[in-house]
């Protein structure tokens, strides 16, 4: 094969295949080009830059529906784009609408609550769907490349977001210590991946995942043979997850948290908790998988194992069923199972990848209900809550990719718990972001004492509020209850004692959250409203947006099914 037929497949893959499936985020780069040209030209300060980011937040969210409806997810099928470097399968679809939809409507948000002014507008949303286009490449790496370059796209954004707020010192402290703190993870992180491409000699996941396989980590570790070489895949390991844990804010690596939120606006926060968030539970899970999991090895690579045993998988027609039993085809010399060597080669990357998880999310989760007890300010107390609840979906995460091996249905319900999470999670975080800041604008304080008896004069918020609350903690008929119990029930499926504590803590921490989300509501409903504070007034379009997004955690409480379906639909075509 000469260079001349490479470049013509390379651009017939990008041409036929790549672009149009990476439509939507094509979509945000324009707009992000016409941002920035349109106070080049005359009379371009006469368009609203909050109009041309909602018209292209909307014609990507368009662009990434798919064409038959959401109900055709159960025939996607994975498919590599740019040589690698990305992967666009159901996992990608639902994030990326996940995250368009939350840029829509966060596009809207910041319009309501005026912190995107006329000067500055074009900044501040150039930067907002610069983070969602860098979200959205975290959700499809599938590269080690791609995986950096996801992350520092999204990241450089949110550090400028952070202190957008002209005029305000803690502003631009907030801004100062997450860039810091961003900085020296991006290096560490950095590091970890050159430890791990080094020893196996490629950055592409899957391909990372058969070189792991063919260095037969099992008979290592039984023989005590190429210690080293261990030692420096399990440092790059943990170095790679530094930086996963800076995205996650996952403790230890969740100092810049509570100061970031305190010192930015409320609309960043709800932009840092639900968006960012949701990127990074999703490469968690890329990289989890990833390196864990064959999910594809195509028919002309044959990965020798310790007994000289080799594994294809051989390439289903379409339309016609496969099975776990039928998809692997073993050679060698001695007899074996298929199922037990697909478990064995990899399982203990799964291992290493399920206990460092699952550590680190009980420890993220109880710290920080612990830690959101004491807090004064509304906005540092959500703070820690988005903590909180990102350990709790890293539960989802451990518990998928450690049934992935042996029990792919079981693996597939802890998915669609995190997925079904995430979706629920959006309208929550986001609703009780943009009520604060709403009553920001009509009180000038976030200190949670300033709530006092809001029922009495602003009624209708602060119920919304209250539900919010309630459904965060995971309390029945709310939306929060279902993403929990979910969540709960993959973690007693995988089993085992790790599992089996996490299941413990899990549950004892949803009883802890119930003391400070109630202390919240009991001071607007119960306690008396403060002399000094004067009538609260929200205005229509506010108080429309707050319902508007807070009555589907209403509704999900009671009618879960559709969403649940997509979620269940994604998880189950990750697989197949």
């Given at each position: 094969m000469n260079l001349t037929t490479i470049v013509e497949e390379l651009l017939s893959d990008t041409l036929k295949t790549s672009l149009p499936l990476f439509k939507p985020e094509l979509v945000l780069c324009v707009t992000i080009v016409l941002m920035l040209l349109v106070r080049v030209f005359r009379g371009g300060h006469l368009i609203p830059p909050f109009l041309l980011a909602l018209v292209g937040s909307l014609a990507s969210l368009w662009s990434a529906l798919p064409q038959n409806g959401l109900a055709s997810w159960s025939g996607l099928e994975a498919q590599e784009l740019f040589t690698g470097m990305l992967v666009y399968d159901s996992l990608t679809a639902y994030i990326r609408i996940f995250l368009l939809v939350f840029a829509v409507l966060f596009v809207i948000l910041s319009?309501?609550?005026?912190?995107?002014?006329?000067?500055?507008?074009?900044?501040?949303?150039?930067?907002?769907?610069?983070?969602t286009l860098g979200m959205c490449v975290m959700a499809s790496a599938n590269h080690m490349l791609t995986v950096f370059l996801g992350i520092e796209m999204a990241s450089v954004p949110s550090y400028v977001l952070a202190g957008i707020v002209k005029g305000r010192s803690r502003s631009s402290e907030a801004a100062l210590k997450y860039a810091i703190y961003g900085a020296g993870t991006a290096g560490v992180m950095l590091y970890g991946i050159s430890l791990l491409c080094g020893v196996l000699g490629t950055a592409h996941l899957p391909s990372m995942a058969a070189e792991l396989v063919a260095i037969d980590i099992p008979n290592m570790i039984s023989t005590g043979e190429n210690g080293r070489t261990l030692m420096v895949l399990a440092l790059g390991g943990l170095m790679l997850g530094v930086g996963l844990a800076f995205k996650l804010s996952a403790v230890p690596f969740h100092f810049w948290c509570p100061d970031v939120f305190e010192g930015a606006s409320a609309e960043v926060d709800g932009f840092l908790s639900v968006a960012s968030k949701a990127a990074a539970l999703a490469l968690l899970l890329r990289v989890g998988f990833g390196l864990g999991y064959q999910a594809e090895i195509q028919t002309d690579q044959l990965v020798n194992t310790s007994n000289t045993a080799a594994v294809t998988l051989t390439v289903t027609p379409a339309g016609e069923e496969s099975s776990a039993d039928s998809q692997f085809h073993l050679l060698q010399e001695t007899p074996s199972?298929?199922?037990?060597?697909?478990?064995?080669?990899?399982?203990?990357?799964?291992?290493?990848?399920?206990?460092?998880?699952?550590?680190?999310?009980?420890?993220?989760?109880?710290?920080?209900?612990?830690?959101?007890?004491?807090?004064?300010?509304?906005?540092?107390?959500?703070?820690?809550?988005?903590?909180?609840?990102?350990?709790?979906?890293?539960?989802?995460?451990?518990?998928?990719?450690?049934?992935?091996?042996?029990?792919?249905?079981?693996?597939?319900?802890?998915?669609?718990?995190?997925?079904?999470y995430l979706a629920i999670y959006l309208f929550m975080n986001l609703s009780a972001f943009a009520i604060i800041a709403f009553l920001r604008n009509a009180m000038q304080s976030e200190e949670i004492k300033d709530y006092a008896g809001l029922i009495r004069s602003c009624p209708v918020i602060a119920v919304m509020l209250t539900a919010v609350l309630v459904s965060l903690i995971g309390l029945p008929p709310l939306a929060g209850f279902w993403p929990k119990l979910r969540v709960l029930q993959s973690l007693y499926e995988a089993g085992g004692p790790l599992m089996t504590l996490v299941l413990v803590v899990a549950a004892l921490n949803t009883a802890i959250a119930l003391i400070y989300y109630l202390r919240v509501a009991k001071t607007m409903c119960i306690d008396e409203e403060s002399d000094s504070r004067g009538p609260v007034s929200l205005g229509f379009l506010p108080s429309a947006y707050a319902i508007a997004i807070s009555v589907p955690v209403l509704i999900l409480g009671i009618l879960p099914d559709e969403i649940a379906q997509w979620a269940d639909q994604a998880a189950r075509q990750l697989f197949h």
């Open positions: 319009q309501l609550t005026g912190i995107a002014d006329r000067e500055d507008g074009q900044d501040y949303y150039t930067l907002v769907l610069g983070a199972n298929a199922e037990d060597l697909q478990a064995g080669p990899l399982s203990p990357v799964r291992r290493f990848f399920v206990v460092l998880v699952a550590i680190v999310a009980m420890i993220t989760c109880t710290f920080g209900n612990l830690a959101a007890f004491g807090q004064t300010n509304i906005k540092r107390m959500l703070a820690y809550s988005t903590i909180a609840h990102a350990g709790f979906m890293m539960m989802a995460a451990a518990a998928a990719v450690g049934l992935v091996g042996q029990h792919t249905e079981h693996a597939q319900t802890a998915v669609s718990a995190l997925l079904l």
